[in-house]
Nanobody, 118 residues
Framework: VHLVESGGGVVQPGGSLRLSCGASGFNFSLFAMSWVRQAPGKGPEWVSSVDTATKTSYATAVKGRFIISRDNAKDTLYLQMNNLKPEDTALYYC?????????????RGQGTQVTVSS
């Protein structure tokens, strides 16, 4: 399992970013995928999941602002993040797992840093 995230950066509050996660080493289309984040000094936090079809789920903190999606033809997972807040600052990484178990999965990438600051 190989997962590589990209798209992080520094953005002002209210701004947007789109994260991508390229997958290889397994049949991407057969697995649910998630985004997890970890802020400095805090434990990992589940953000969002998408199943093998179109069912999605979001943490309360990001619902209505973030959109998770996948392109099985490209073996890629996405996270569109809108109306970003300083509390969204964290290392974001993709995980091969569904739901609140995602932070405990060993199948994860190295992450991409998102910093929301004015």
């Amino acid at each position: 399992v190989h997962l590589v995230e990209s798209g992080g950066g520094v953005v002002q509050p209210g701004g947007s970013l789109r994260l991508s996660c390229g997958a290889s080493g397994f049949n991407f289309s057969l697995f649910a995928m998630s985004w997890v984040r970890q802020a400095p000094g805090k434990g990992p936090e589940w953000v969002s999941s998408v199943d093998t079809a179109t069912k999605t789920s979001y943490a309360t903190a990001v619902k209505g602002r973030f959109i998770i999606s996948r392109d099985n033809a490209k073996d890629t997972l996405y996270l569109q993040m809108n109306n970003l807040k300083p509390e969204d600052t964290a290392l974001y990484y993709c995980v091969r797992e569904w739901g609140v178990q995602a932070p405990f999965s060993p199948h994860r990438g190295q992450g991409t840093q998102v910093t929301v600051s004015s």
